[in-house]
């Protein structure tokens, strides 16, 4: 199993950025499809980017195609979801996966591992 930590969040202003990043263990990170997901107060867990082993196939929620972009260096063993021109609806838990497989994809089912969490806070 991939042991996942998340960092990088944070308050920011809306319209502002942040970055942030999720250090994998284990040497079969780049075996590894890749996710971020985020849950808001009061709504289920909802995807936000995924990413294949490799790094040339991406997958983005339509709330958020065009302003994040997720990579991966994995030589560095981490994950990273570079996030601008934030908005105050992007307010939520931000988690960290790690798939079963190699390949991208946006279901829950689909995620082996999981992070603890970083808080991101965008105010309006």
């Known amino acids: 199993q991939v042991q996942l930590v998340e960092s990088g969040g944070g308050l920011v202003q809306a319209g502002g950025s942040l970055r942030l990043s999720c250090a994998a263990s284990?040497?079969?990170?780049?075996?590894?499809?890749m996710g971020w997901f985020r849950q808001a107060p009061g709504k289920e867990r909802e995807f936000v980017a995924a990413?294949?082993?490799?790094?040339?196939?991406?997958d983005y929620a339509a709330s958020v195609k065009g302003r994040f972009t997720i990579s991966r260096d994995n030589a560095k063993n981490t994950v990273y979801l570079q996030m601008n021109s934030l908005k105050a609806e992007d307010t939520a838990v931000y988690y960290c996966?790690?798939?079963?497989?190699?390949?991208?994809?946006?279901?829950?089912?689909?995620?082996?591992?999981w992070g603890q969490g970083t808080q991101v806070t965008v105010s309006s």
């Open positions: 284990g040497r079969i990170f780049s075996e590894k499809g």
């Open positions: 996966a790690a798939a079963k497989g190699p390949f991208v994809s946006r279901l829950d089912r689909d995620f082996g591992s």
């Open positions: 990413i294949n082993w490799s790094g040339y196939s991406t």
